[in-house]
C-alpha cells in the first residue's frame, strides 16, 4: 500500500542552524500539507500547498518557514533560523486532488529537537 | 472557523470493557470527520472517517464512531478494549472546500488496566 515518508525520522540541532525535513507524498497525491505536534499538545496545521504554491498557512508558518517541491517527488519544510520553540514531531501529509474527499495520508514524523 | 473538543483528557478503562471517546466539533456546515490513533513516538493512524451517508461508521481494530448532526458530535466507541488499544486518540475535522486544513482536537489519552 503506498504511504507518506519523511526523513530523517530524528534531527537534532542547534539554535539558530537550518533545518530541512523531508517527506515522500504518495505518488500521484497533487495537495501536500505540514503540521506539528509539540510534545504533549495537540497536532496544528502548519501549511497547504498545492500546483507549486502555498494554498493556506497558519500563523504558525512565519517568515522563518517555507516550503518547497524541489522536484517530481520530494516536498520539504525548511526552518530557516531554528528557535528552541520549534522542537516538535512534524508531519507531512498529502491527498490526491482537490476533487477529493478531505482524506489525508500522514506519514510517520520527523521529531525536530533544537538545542 | 472550524474547531474541535476532546473533553476527556485521559481515560482509564480495564481490559474487555467498553470504551466512548467524546468528540465535539464546530463547523458551518457539514464536515468531514476522523479519529486517528497515536501510539507513543508514533505517527497518526487514521481509524476511521465520516464523510456523508450512514451516520455509524465502522473502522479499524474493532472502533466505530458515531455522527449526530444535533449534538455536533462524533464520538468514538469500542465494545471491548484490548491491552494494544493504548494509546492517545484524536478526533479532526475538515471541510469540503479544497485543500483545507484538518483541524485537531487536543487529544484523549486511553491506559488501560489489566
Known amino acids: 500500500e503506498p504511504e507518506v515518508t519523511q526523513t530523517p525520522s530524528h534531527q537534532v540541532t542547534q539554535m539558530g542552524q537550518e533545518v530541512i525535513l523531508r517527506c515522500v507524498p504518495i505518488?500521484?497525491?497533487?495537495?501536500f500539507y505540514w503540521y506539528r505536534q509539540i510534545l504533549g499538545q495537540k497536532v496544528e496545521f502548519l501549511v497547504s500547498?498545492?500546483?507549486?504554491?502555498?494554498?493556506?498557512k497558519s500563523e504558525i508558518f512565519d517568515d522563518q518557514f517555507s516550503v518547497e517541491r524541489p522536484d517530481g517527488s520530494n516536498f520539504t519544510l525548511k526552518i530557516r533560523s531554528t528557535k528552541l520553540e520549534d522542537s516538535a514531531m512534524y508531519f507531512c501529509?498529502?491527498?490526491?486532488?482537490?476533487?477529493?474527499?478531505?482524506?489525508?495520508?500522514f506519514g510517520p514524523g520527523t521529531r525536530l529537537t533544537v538545542l | 472557523a472550524q474547531s474541535v473538543t476532546q473533553p476527556d483528557i485521559h481515560i482509564t478503562v480495564s481490559e474487555g470493557a467498553s470504551l466512548e471517546l467524546r468528540c465535539n466539533y464546530s463547523?458551518?456546515?457539514?464536515?468531514?470527520l476522523f479519529w486517528y490513533v497515536q501510539s507513543p513516538g508514533q505517527g497518526l493512524q487514521l481509524l476511521l472517517k465520516?464523510?456523508?451517508?450512514?451516520?455509524l461508521v465502522q473502522g479499524i481494530k474493532g472502533f466505530e464512531a458515531e455522527f449526530k448532526r444535533s449534538q455536533s458530535s462524533f464520538n468514538l466507541r469500542k465494545p471491548s478494549v484490548h491491552w494494544s488499544d493504548a494509546a492517545e486518540y484524536f478526533c479532526?475535522?475538515?471541510?469540503?472546500?479544497?485543500?483545507?486544513?484538518?483541524?485537531f482536537g487536543g487529544g484523549t489519552r486511553v491506559l488501560v488496566k489489566p
Open positions: 465520516y464523510f456523508s451517508g450512514d451516520t
Open positions: 479532526a475535522v475538515g471541510a469540503h472546500a479544497a485543500g483545507n486544513k484538518l483541524t
Open positions: 500547498f498545492y500546483n507549486n504554491e502555498i494554498s493556506e
Open positions: 505518488s500521484n497525491h497533487l495537495y
Open positions: 501529509a498529502s491527498r490526491p486532488s482537490p476533487l477529493s474527499p478531505n482524506e489525508q495520508f
Open positions: 463547523y458551518g456546515a457539514t464536515p468531514y
